[in-house]
């Protein structure tokens, strides 16, 4: 007898989890994790601006996203 795999379809939908807004977030109340403050160091440095090493995971990746804005890192080119 011949066994055939059915094969994974990929699915046509991301998680919805990805796109999250963080205020909605279970543990964005939690302190930021250490990539997420190594990067808004940096980010902070090439904007010229404050690093608040005491902000939430939630207030990190708001604050990422508006440096990103203000530097232009991580925009597609």
Do not use: C, H
């Amino acid at each position: 007898m011949i066994r055939t795999e059915a094969k994974a379809k990929p699915k046509a939908e991301p998680a919805g989890n990805a796109e999250k807004d963080p205020e909605d977030w279970v543990t964005g109340d939690e302190t930021m994790t250490g990539a997420q403050a190594s990067y808004l160091k940096t980010l902070s440095e090439e904007a010229g601006e404050a690093f608040d090493p005491n902000i939430t995971k939630a207030e990190a990746s708001q604050r990422i996203d508006e440096l990103q804005a203000k530097t232009g890192r991580g925009q597609a080119g």
